[in-house]
């Protein structure tokens, strides 16, 4: 594959959003009714605010949400997440409208594999298959043979057979893959996301002497200091699920706090902590990026439909590809 990348431009800043003066009953139904005639969808990460994954249509990890993406008919994808997410959902519905709520909403591990120096990287493994995590930008997955979520990586590796792999951006992801997969020799760029990199070995250990009967559960983008106390790994619908059918009535959840909404309405009446960030003074298990967005920014983006996401079209062309190899080993 041709690792050169067409020119592409950097994202524009984000315009500062204005003030709205509606009361929040008053703009949940103006979104509604904006979501109406606008023909939109609303799309949300388990990992943003509670009104706003109850006001979306589809909620969900990564891949939900690409195949949700796949398969609507709205005019307009209204994509309450991250920059890369977003630009997923252009890639494959290049005739619809997206809009997000904050083009700022970004994300640690799309933003720490930038393109051109990724591919100058690749230079150094001729003959790999690139198997690059979703959270990243469109520019690299134009790079990458195919794409992968948390939830589908083991798989995905493991249907490569012995094939030479490059694994990008997520390290942590990359080494958990490897050891599932029996893949010792996986190359991984070495990229971290600054929530799941937070948490604490020392103090995830505190608390599980506190709370003895508390299952540990991870998100794979934890370092192996927290997998390794882990009864169960998964993405965060496959942690979701777990909360949901096990006999265990306590959790410890390390993942960004944002799914203990949809976990508790999972399972309810089940006692879900949030593992703890190793700075007690911070709220370090909160991704600033997917905070960014707010019900006043939806309103707007529906209102005004911008920031529009767009996806320069050679780009686009070239990550389709490893996308849709995606949804098809799904």
Known sequence: MDRHLPTVGSRPPAPEAEPV??????????????KRERNAVILAHYYQEDELQDLADHVG??????????????????????????????????????????????????????????????????????V??????????????????????VKIVKALGDQKIVFAPDRHLGAFVAKQAGRPDLVCWQGTCIVHETFSE?????????????????????????????????????????????????????TEAGILHKMRAAAPGKTLIPAPPDDESCSCNLCPFMKRNTLEKLYLALRDLRPQVDVPEPVRVRALRPIQRMLEMS
């Not at 003066?21 to 904006?34: C, K, M, T």
């Not at 995590?133 to 939830?151: F, H, M, R």
């Not at 927290?226 to 410890?252: D, M, N």
Request: proline content about 6%; glycine content about 6%.
């Open 21 to 34: 003066d509606l009361a929040p009953d008053e703009l949940e139904a103006e979104i509604r009714r904006l």
């Open 61 to 130: 990890d990564s891949l939900q949400l690409s195949q949700a993406a796949a398969r609507t008919q709205a005019d307009v994808i209204a994509f309450c997440g991250v920059h890369f997410m977003a630009e997923t959902a252009k890639i494959l519905n290049p005739g619809k409208i997206v809009i997000v709520p904050d083009l700022e909403a970004g994300c640690s591990l799309a933003d720490g594999c930038p393109a051109p120096v990724f591919a100058r990287w690749l230079e150094g493994y001729p003959g790999h298959t690139v």
């Open 132 to 153: 690059s995590y979703i959270n990243c930008s469109a520019q690299v997955k134009a790079l990458s043979d195919v794409i992968c979520t948390s939830s589908n990586a």
């Open 202 to 254: 020392r103090r995830l250990i505190e608390l599980m002497a506190q709370h003895p009967d508390a299952e540990v559960i991870a998100h794979p983008e934890c370092h192996e200091g927290i997998l390794r106390h882990a009864a169960h790994v998964a993405s965060t619908s496959g942690l979701i699920e777990y909360a949901r059918t096990s006999p265990k009535q306590a959790f410890i959840v390390a």
